[in-house]
T-cell receptor, first 113, second 112 residues
């Protein structure tokens, strides 16, 4: 248990569905991240939120929409996804201005059918 | 550019030492990390090293850093079958967002 909790653990959705991934941390961190892990590719950083403000968006398609309502919660809203978006989506948190490690959640395994 | 490279696969026998290697690009990285991912699970931080250190030891794990060559290695002594997993090297990018750049991961297979 790392202190970062993601729900759901598994999600199967159709290309016309709308769903949301949730991430929660109670570590007192002020930065949260979404990473995408696809087969045979390095982890790709998608979004960075610091103090609830989006500070980085790595050219992610608009069908992925992040939301950070407070420093403990991070969402990834999904709509009209493609089969190639199937992947493991990992949330992480850290102290932005401290050079310490990022703690990861267990991920949501997403399958788009 | 942002690039961290690792070999993709390593197979060892139980009880042997494993050495997983990594090269990175950002010479001003302050921290470098090793994460472990077991099947179906998220990433678990194993250890990290500050860039002004050459070596860090933590029980069965030894991290060596060659800053000149931008080379990082993780040695696991007395490798056990429970060590079978994917190991990711990551560097903390010099931006102040805490962004981590990951390698592709090395799959460690431990044979009995």
């Amino acid at each position: 248990e790392t202190g970062v909790t993601q729900t759901p653990r598994h999600l199967v959705m159709g290309m016309t569905n709308k769903k949301s991934l949730k991430c929660e941390q109670h570590l007192g961190h002020n930065a949260m991240y979404w990473y995408k892990q696809s087969a045979k590719k390095p982890l790709e950083l998608m979004f960075v939120y610091s103090l609830e403000e989006r500070v980085e968006n790595n050219s992610v398609p608009s069908r992925f929409s992040p939301e950070c309502p407070n420093s403990s919660h991070l969402f990834l809203h999904l709509h009209t996804l493609q089969p190639e978006d199937s992947a493991l989506y990992l949330c992480a948190s850290s102290q932005r201005f401290a050079n310490t490690e990022a703690f990861f959640g267990q991920g949501t395994r997403l399958t788009v059918v | 550019g942002e690039d961290v490279e690792q070999s993709l696969f390593l197979s060892v026998r139980e009880g042997d030492s494993s050495v997983i290697n990594c090269t990175y690009t950002d010479s001003s990285s302050t921290y470098l990390y090793w994460y472990k991912q077991e099947p179906g699970a998220g990433l678990q931080l194993l250890t990290y090293i500050f860039s002004n250190m050459d070596m860090k030891q933590d029980q069965r794990l030894t991290v060596l850093l060659n800053k000149k060559d931008k080379h990082l290695s993780l040695r696991i002594a007395d490798t056990q079958t429970g060590d079978s997993a994917i190991y990711f090297c990551a560097e903390r990018w010099t931006s102040n967002t805490g962004k981590l750049i990951f390698g592709q991961g090395t799959t460690l297979q431990v044979k009995p």
